[in-house]
């Protein structure tokens, strides 16, 4: 009976994590994973999740002792706990609708398509970086640079220290995942406190000398007297910084390698650029960048006849929602670029918390994978792929392309 149970430590699963996924969806599409935590696979359920105001995205709501957080509390911070992220992502309303409208203030539409030509300069000169190698790798040379590259840009931080910034982004994001070990959680406590006082230091430079940018806006936000503290814009500018780079990395860089691996839609959006917004959204769905978003339920909620107990984590699978046959219909698995309805994929989630980011997503994904294949139409595969490990913001991490 085991073998029904989602299970994501199969060899293989992170490279092509879509088979097992409609098993669920046949098999137990509603159910308590061998790791405790509740999922829903199917797209229907999946929305609902997301929709339903019963349930919270606030960790204090989950009824259990998580031992191994109190040991680690315990060994990195003498036993006082850190205050909770007030981020937007881990706080439900009236807070979050308060924050939100405010941080999206500075996050306007307009803000976002005045950031097109910076973002066709950085991906015109990270290509000429890779033609001028001959032989690159598409992740360190593109999809990794070009989100960190634009979000520190257009929150107006210091350049610089991108190292030990992409270090802890990577450590805290693997929390994000359904199963996390000990060594992981302890890295992302440590990484989390480095970043939070690199974010306050960098808060308190911007503050005396403050620029035409989404950090000085931040700061300067207010709507009838209404400000954010400097703990809730410390905890929206990690929010912003970590989920601007994390995620758009793996569009890109996956968003390229199944292009190549599907030569006729790749040479159908390279021979007609029309097709970029529609093409954006196909990718979206069928890469699925973060793969499942996570609630947990106020109260008790039934969904297909079984009901999930109250205060326990339920993740909703963005990914497997994004292929589930009875939804999209009997192609669900094939990468169409002028799929009508692609647009209505669940990748950047649903409801309240729907993806703050997702212009500023599509408009660097288009740009960087269309000036990708149009510049190199004939890369192909020098190496194989390595997959991240990641559950949920599953991507490749090493791409190694012969580029002509
Ligand atoms: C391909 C790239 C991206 C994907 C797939 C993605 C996906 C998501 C998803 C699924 C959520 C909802 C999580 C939930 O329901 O619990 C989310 C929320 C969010 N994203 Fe993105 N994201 C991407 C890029 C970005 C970028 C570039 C930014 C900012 C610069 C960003 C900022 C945010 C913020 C602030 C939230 C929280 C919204 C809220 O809780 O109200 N994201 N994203």
Request: proline letters at 7%; one cysteine or more; hydrophobic letters at 40%.
């Amino acid at each position: 009976m085991t073998d029904v149970f989602f299970n994501p430590l199969d060899e293989g699963y992170v490279a092509d994590p879509f088979p097992h996924l409609a098993e669920m969806r046949t098999l137990l599409p509603v159910q308590q994973t061998l790791a405790g935590p509740w999922a829903v696979f199917r797209n229907a359920d999946v929305t609902r999740l997301l929709r339903e105001p019963r349930l919270s995205v606030d960790p204090a709501m989950i009824d259990t002792t998580d031992n191994l957080r109190e040991q680690l509390v315990d060994e990195i911070f003498n036993g006082e706990s850190p205050q909770p992220s007030t981020s937007i992502l881990n706080v439900d309303p009236p807070d979050h609708t308060r924050l939100r409208r405010l941080v999206s203030k500075a996050f306007t539409p307009r803000a976002i398509e005045a950031l097109r030509p910076m973002i066709q300069d950085l991906v015109d000169q990270q290509l000429d970086a890779m033609a001028e190698a001959g032989t690159a790798d598409v992740v360190d040379g593109l999809a990794f640079p070009l989100p960190f590259d634009v979000i520190t840009k257009m929150l107006g931080m210091p350049e610089g220290d991108t190292d030990s910034l992409r270090k802890w982004g990577e450590q805290l994001v693997r929390t994000l995942d359904p199963i996390v070990d000990e060594e992981m959680l302890r890295e992302a406590m440590v990484a989390g406190t480095k970043m939070d006082a690199h974010i306050e230091g960098v808060i308190e430079w911007k503050r005396s000398n403050p620029g035409d940018d989404l950090l000085t806006a931040l700061i300067d936000v207010e709507e009838d007297g209404d400000r954010l503290s400097t703990i809730e814009l410390r905890d929206q500018v990690s929010l912003l910084f970590v989920a601007g780079h994390e995620t758009t990395v793996n569009l890109i860089g996956t968003g390229i390698y199944e292009l190549l691996r599907h030569p006729e839609q790749l040479a159908l959006w390279r021979d007609d650029e029309s097709l970029g917004p529609g093409a954006i959204e196909e990718l979206l769905r069928y890469v699925s960048p973060v793969q499942f978003s996570r609630r947990i339920s106020i109260a008790p909620i039934t969904f297909d006849g079984i009901e999930i107990p109250e205060k326990t984590v339920v993740l909703a699978g963005l990914a497997s929602a994004n292929r589930d046959p009875e939804f999209w219909g009997d192609d669900a698995d094939s990468l169409q670029l002028t799929r009508p309805n692609a647009s209505q994929h669940m990748s950047f989630g649903n409801g309240i918390h729907y993806c703050l980011g997702a212009s500023l997503a599509k408009m660097e994904g288009q740009v960087a994978i269309h000036s990708f294949i149009k510049r190199f139409p004939n890369a192909t595969e020098a190496g194989e792929p390595h997959w991240n490990g990641r559950i949920n913001l599953r991507g490749i991490e090493k791409l190694p392309l012969r580029l002509t």
